[in-house]
């Protein structure tokens, strides 16, 4: 529940993948609010940049163990403003994931840190299962 009402239905969604545009580029979609407004990024929309653009969520697996990622600003560019890139010394948040098993993994986002100032999952901490 969201105070009284229920909540929308993305709020429990998550994706760690490549952009659709540039899919060299990685992005990270919470549906969840995690303390990022939109004053702080204006074309975010609850999908941020990575900085440094790794580590590669394609090799990440249970053995990795902890994962941090930092969350960037991005803007749009190009002629339609399609296009976004990595504002990268815009550092929104640590994104921190640990792979569980093939169907579950560990996530929290701290907003207002950088990666490098945490060493890992608070209780606030959610599972994530597909």
């Known amino acids: 529940m969201c105070g009284t009402r229920p909540c929308p239905y993305w709020t429990g969604h998550l994706s760690i993948a490549y952009d659709h545009i540039d899919p060299q580029q990685i992005r990270i979609s919470i549906g969840a609010d995690v303390g990022i407004t939109e004053d702080q990024c204006h074309v975010c929309q609850s999908v941020y940049g990575v900085k440094g653009n790794a580590p590669d969520p394609a090799d990440i697996r249970a053995a990795s163990g902890l994962v941090k990622y930092d969350l960037v600003a991005r803007a749009s560019v190009g002629e339609l403003r399609l296009e976004t890139v990595n504002l990268e010394d815009q550092v ?5 994931a640990q792979v569980l098993d093939d169907r ?10 950088a990666a490098s100032q945490i060493t890992g999952f608070s209780d606030a901490a959610r599972v994530y299962r597909r």
Do not use: T
């Open 92 to 96: 929104l948040g640590a994104f921190l």
């Open 104 to 113: 579950s993994m560990r996530m929290e986002v701290i907003s207002g840190l």
